[in-house]
Nanobody
């Protein structure tokens, strides 16, 4: 049974940093794309980054390029999202998701397994 559990969210001031973790169980990362998504109140879920676990190839949406970094530890079956220089507009519930494919995709509709989400609030 595929399970994903996010952690690391919280309240941070603008300009601050957080690291989100996505712990996977029931499967190994090697054959999967893991993506990070966020959903703010009243907005659609948005894909912000994804990584091909086999080789670390990553994609980012323009709004987070240069600020967010996705990485994985295959030995721990965990994917991370390091978020730096956070802005109030980054406030959202952040989700990780998985899909068994080799193509890094950012569309939420492409993903088949989801975590429960973790809240990130950027506010002074």
């Amino acid at each position: 049974q595929v399970q994903l559990v996010e952690s690391g969210g919280g309240l941070v001031q603008p300009g601050g940093s957080l690291r989100l973790s996505c712990a996977a169980s029931g499967f190994t990362l090697d054959y999967y794309i893991i993506g990070w998504f966020r959903q703010a109140p009243g907005k659609e879920r948005e894909g912000i980054s994804c990584i091909r676990s086999r080789d670390g190839s990553a994609r980012y949406v323009d709004s987070v390029k240069g600020r967010f970094t996705i990485s994985r530890d295959n030995a721990k079956n965990t994917v991370y999202l390091q978020m730096n220089n956070l802005k109030p507009e980054d406030t959202a519930v952040y989700y990780c998701a998985a899909v068994r494919t080799t193509v890094p995709v950012l569309s939420p509709r492409s993903y088949t397994s989801w975590g429960q989400g973790t809240q990130v609030t950027v506010s002074s």
